[in-house]
């Protein structure tokens, strides 16, 4: 039996393989190609053990090996380097040690999605960096007409009558070719955003679980989408408030001498999820209900930011339990009453 590790990088990834008793047996660098790496795990049989830290580009190494039989573990790399800080010894920087961590059951394993939610994350995401690029072609344009200054008759410049005032405009150069350059930029993302968009709704429309999340107030297709995508396994989560962790909705706790502190949000997990979150937050917030009552009552000590966060909470937990149940926000809402109510704590866990 080996025990191999693997510390993948942009063009050359370092490997060390271990025998039973902990003898290093390979080590050394390897192309960062299928190529490459099927040739420095080659001879060592069908019952290695792999560890793969999950660095930026991990999935075609991870899928490639899969697929040739190899028992591949996906690891965690903050929680390894916290277990390897408090094992005796040291590893050094930048390299695997997958003899020990491997033997003793000490990877801190990350969650693999499986392909095709993989693929609906880079989808989502794609969507999501057009969206960026279309924000700051309009905070450019804005900044070009504050620098002259020109200010729009209505209320934006990017409507389709205001488009149409931003092409009619006939500025100085080279402000006038920069306008015209990012008014091609824009009207071209907005032609590819309205593509992404159409194939959105389509896998929405097939996606029962994803029509049962639009049912939250705040999410439409996309968003219900997202959250799904970043989810993954419902499953993986043991309760809720698990998932609240993973959007990193919850505070930070600091614990020394018996005394305990709650600070800022983690901000961990995905950042995507907590993003969806926040944004149904606003509009939930917006329709009487529970979370209306809940929201007003944090606001006037918490101000509006925190109460918004609390509610992207509590929502992070009623979509737990949607997923988990089947059923629809409207059937969940009762449960979101603030805590000591009746019935509170039944979808709250």
Avoid: C
Wanted: charged share 25%.
């Amino acid at each position: 039996m080996f025990y191999a590790g693997l510390d993948l990088g942009k063009r050359h990834s370092y490997v060390a393989v271990v025998d039973e008793r902990g003898r290093i047996v390979r080590q050394g660098r390897a192309e960062s190609s299928p190529e490459g790496l099927l040739w420095a795990l080659s001879g060592l049989g069908p019952g290695l053990k792999l560890a793969l830290e999950a660095t930026r580009a991990w999935e075609w190494a991870y899928d490639l090996l899969s697929d040739q039989g190899l028992a591949v573990t996906l690891v965690h790399p903050a929680v390894s380097r916290a277990i390897a800080s408090a094992r005796p010894g040291k590893r050094p920087a930048g390299r695997p040690h997958p003899g020990p961590d491997m033997r003793a059951d000490l990877v801190a394993r990350a969650y693999v999605a499986h392909k095709e939610t993989r693929a609906l994350r880079e989808l989502l995401r794609y969507r999501a960096f057009l969206v960026g690029l279309e924000r700051a072609v309009k905070n450019r344009i804005h900044a070009l007409l504050d620098r002259l200054p020109v200010r729009p008759p209505m209320a934006t410049p990017f409507s389709r009558k205001g488009l149409g005032w931003l092409a009619g405009l006939r500025l100085p150069e080279p402000y006038g070719a920069e306008l015209a350059g990012l008014l091609r930029l824009l009207s071209a993302l907005r032609q590819e955003l309205a593509l992404v968009a159409g194939r959105v709704r389509e896998v929405a429309r097939r996606d029962e679980r994803a029509l049962l999340l639009t049912t939250v107030p705040g999410l439409g297709y996309y968003l219900a989408l997202l959250v799904l995508a970043e989810i993954g396994d419902v499953s993986r989560f043991p309760s809720a408030r698990h998932l609240a962790s993973y959007a990193g909705l919850v505070p930070s706790t600091y614990a020394s001498g018996g005394v305990v502190r709650h600070g800022a949000i983690t901000k961990g997990g995905s950042r995507f999820l907590r993003w969806a979150l926040v944004e149904a937050a606003i509009h939930a917030v917006r329709r009487p209900g529970p979370l209306q009552e809940f929201y007003r009552r944090l606001l006037v000590g918490k101000g509006a930011q925190k109460a918004r966060v609390a509610v992207a909470r509590k929502l992070a937990k009623a979509i737990f339990w949607m997923l988990k149940t089947g059923r629809s926000y409207r059937e969940v809402e009762p449960y979101l009453a603030p805590q000591g109510q009746a019935g509170s704590r039944l979808y709250m866990a």
